[in-house]
Every structure is written in structure tokens, then in C-alpha cells.
Nanobody, 123 residues
């Protein structure tokens, strides 16, 4: 089965940085996209970023553009989310997910999900 394991969350002060990792295993398909999503208490899950396997194209939510960077290590089947200049508004559980469709920031299109890792940014 496809498994996704997110890690790297923690507690940081505003302005700090974290790097999240998503280790993927069990893939049998060629073309896919891996996305990062987050959900804060009382809010809907929202797309943060994604990267496509075919051409490594990327996209970001406006709220994180210029601060977050998604990347992949294909040899290790791992996707990263480098988060800089963190704000209290970034506090959420962060999830990675896989879709075999074209990359999108809409969570409903993703087929497989990891458990998530907590990111807390203090003011």
C-alpha cells in the first residue's frame, strides 16, 4: 500500500524556520503530484504547495508564496517543505498527500494522505 509519513514539525518563534519531510513508499504509478496541506483548529483544510513528478513544476498558496519552498529528493522518494519567516498564522497540522491527477491545491483531488505533523509558531 501507498504510505506517506510526514515529519519535521515543532514549536518555533515567529520569524523562524522549519523543514518538513514527506517520505513516500509503496508507489506503483509513474505520474503523480505530492502536495502539502494544513489544517488549523476550527478551519478548513487548505492547500499549501505541490510538486509534480513529471516535470517537477510547483505551485504555492498566496499566503505562503515567497516564504515556503517545496522540493523533492527523487532517489530517496522524499518531498520537503522548507518554511521560512514563519508566522503565527502558519500554526496548523501539516499533511502530505498524493494525487495521480494533475497537481492541484484542492485537497479533494488527492487519493492518499499521511497522518500529519504539528507546526506551532509562537508570537
Amino acid at each position: 500500500d501507498v504510505q506517506l509519513q510526514a515529519s519535521g514539525g515543532g514549536l518555533v518563534q515567529a520569524g523562524g524556520s522549519l523543514r518538513l519531510s514527506c517520505a513516500a513508499s509503496g508507489f506503483t504509478f509513474d505520474d503523480y503530484a505530492i502536495g502539502w496541506f494544513r489544517q488549523a483548529p476550527g478551519k478548513e483544510r487548505e492547500g499549501v504547495s505541490y510538486i509534480s513528478s513529471s516535470d517537477e513544476s510547483t505551485a504555492y498558496a498566496d499566503s505562503v508564496k515567497g516564504r515556503f519552498t517545496i522540493s523533492s529528493d527523487n532517489a530517496e522518494n522524499t518531498v520537503y517543505l522548507q518554511m521560512n519567516s514563519l508566522k503565527p498564522e502558519d500554526t496548523a497540522v501539516y499533511y502530505c498527500a498524493v494525487t495521480v491527477l494533475a497537481g492541484t491545491l484542492l485537497p479533494g483531488f488527492y487519493n492518499y494522505w499521511g497522518r500529519g505533523t504539528q507546526v506551532t509558531v509562537s508570537s
